[in-house]
């Protein structure tokens, strides 16, 4: 008996060495698939258009500010912060928070986020008038958003009007205009003047051409957001995808082709040129090649020191910012 529970041991070790990819199973609960999926659920219940992962230029510091993710609309646009926090949530009285108690976590502080994202806010305001926007009084407003349920938040009421947390965000319901309400009303449909409809064109094409942070989407629905830094495999598979760079291309997009064992998988890679002038590329202007499923993407995630490497196999898309 306990050689079959060694051996099963051993196979299940194996397995996992050559066939699962523990880059993959880390990211299962990030905070990049939090703010993904709050941006989905937004889209769908109320439209728009949300923009993930921006770095927009602070002048004050002379950095990139980093900004969950913009919901734009007809009318306005919301700054949001997406908190993936698991444990029980209190306000101290500078208005930092604290998360204590998940059990595998110590306690850890966090600034203020309802002034960090008025912050973000106001320099994304400022950014899109450097960029030839007049934008009409109120047009940002900003939430916080508290998406995991593991979430338990202390002494709710203290709370600032900006926070949503988890029971508010699931209650969430897609329902006609004039029936909006909560948060929601507030920030999307708050009675304010349509801008013109040239405004929010511009709007939408300067947000999208902003900078972002490069995203990886793996199998599973989930995704990683952070910098592309190169391919890594067999020469001739790294000489077939040198033409993949930031500078030149904007999306990638793998699909398997063939397989002949394992050791003889090839996967088909499409790229599209970058073209600064729209906001996509038909596709007639695809182009592709063909490599091993074995050749690496090394990607260094957000808020991370550690570069990954992730199988070809294992990437849906990848998009790459200017």
């Given at each position: 008996?306990?050689?079959?529970?060694?051996?099963?041991?051993?196979?299940?070790?194996?397995?996992?060495r050559f066939?699962?990819?523990?880059?993959?199973?880390?990211?299962?609960?990030?905070?990049?698939?939090?703010?993904?999926?709050?941006?989905?659920?937004?889209?769908?219940?109320?439209?728009?258009?949300?923009?993930?992962?921006?770095?927009?230029?602070?002048?004050?510091?002379?950095?990139?500010?980093?900004?969950?993710?913009?919901?734009?609309?007809?009318?306005?646009?919301?700054?949001?912060?997406v908190k993936?926090?698991?444990?029980?949530?209190?306000?101290?009285?500078?208005?930092?928070?604290?998360?204590?108690?998940?059990?595998?976590?110590?306690?850890?502080?966090?600034?203020?986020?309802?002034?960090?994202?008025?912050?973000?806010?106001?320099?994304?305001?400022?950014?899109?008038?450097?960029?030839?926007?007049?934008?009409?009084?109120?047009?940002?407003?900003?939430?916080?958003?508290?998406?995991?349920?593991?979430?338990?938040t202390i002494?709710?009421?203290?709370?600032?009007?900006?926070?949503?947390?988890?029971?508010?965000?699931?209650?969430?319901?897609?329902?006609?205009?004039?029936?909006?309400?909560?948060?929601?009303?507030?920030?999307?449909?708050?009675?304010?003047?349509?801008?013109?409809?040239?405004?929010?064109?511009?709007?939408?094409?300067?947000?999208?051409?902003?900078?972002?942070?490069?995203?990886?989407?793996?199998?599973?629905?989930?995704?990683?957001?952070?910098?592309?830094?190169?391919?890594?495999?067999?020469?001739?598979?790294?000489?077939?995808?040198?033409?993949?760079?930031?500078?030149?291309?904007?999306?990638?997009?793998?699909?398997?082709?063939?397989?002949?064992?394992?050791?003889?998988?090839?996967?088909?890679?499409?790229?599209?040129?970058?073209?600064?002038?729209?906001?996509?590329?038909?596709?007639?202007?695809?182009?592709?090649?063909?490599?091993?499923?074995?050749?690496?993407?090394?990607?260094?995630?957000?808020?991370?020191?550690?570069?990954?490497?992730?199988?070809?196999?294992?990437?849906?898309?990848?998009?790459?910012?200017?």
């Amino acid at each position: 008996m306990w050689v079959e529970i060694f051996c099963g041991l051993i196979i299940y070790k194996l397995v996992r060495r050559f066939f699962v990819d523990d880059d993959l199973l880390d990211v299962e609960t990030s905070d990049s698939n939090a703010i993904f999926s709050v941006a989905n659920r937004l889209e769908k219940l109320y439209g728009g258009k949300a923009y993930v992962g921006l770095r927009i230029p602070d002048p004050d510091t002379g950095s990139r500010q980093n900004i969950d993710m913009v919901l734009v609309t007809k009318g306005e646009a919301v700054v949001i912060s997406v908190k993936n926090l698991a444990g029980f949530v209190s306000v101290n009285g500078d208005g930092s928070w604290v998360c204590e108690g998940d059990g595998r976590h110590r306690a850890e502080r966090y600034p203020d986020p309802v002034a960090e994202a008025k912050r973000q806010a106001s320099i994304l305001e400022a950014y899109l008038e450097q960029r030839g926007v007049a934008l009409p009084e109120g047009y940002f407003s900003y939430k916080i958003i508290l998406p995991n349920p593991k979430v338990r938040t202390i002494h709710s009421g203290s709370f600032p009007p900006e926070v949503i947390a988890y029971d508010q965000w699931i209650q969430l319901k897609p329902e006609v205009k004039s029936m909006f309400s909560g948060w929601i009303k507030d920030a999307l449909r708050g009675g304010k003047k349509e801008m013109q409809e040239s405004m929010h064109q511009k709007v939408n094409f300067i947000l999208n051409t902003a900078p972002m942070w490069d995203r990886l989407e793996l199998k599973g629905n989930k995704y990683v957001l952070g910098d592309f830094l190169e391919f890594k495999g067999k020469q001739e598979d790294t000489l077939a995808l040198r033409n993949i760079k930031r500078s030149k291309v904007s999306r990638v997009v793998v699909q398997k082709t063939s397989m002949f064992g394992l050791a003889h998988s090839k996967l088909q890679v499409l790229y599209s040129p970058r073209d600064y002038r729209s906001e996509g590329t038909s596709s007639s202007e695809w182009k592709e090649t063909t490599v091993r499923s074995s050749t690496d993407v090394l990607f260094q995630p957000e808020n991370s020191g550690k570069v990954r490497k992730f199988k070809l196999s294992s990437v849906v898309s990848m998009s790459l910012s200017a």
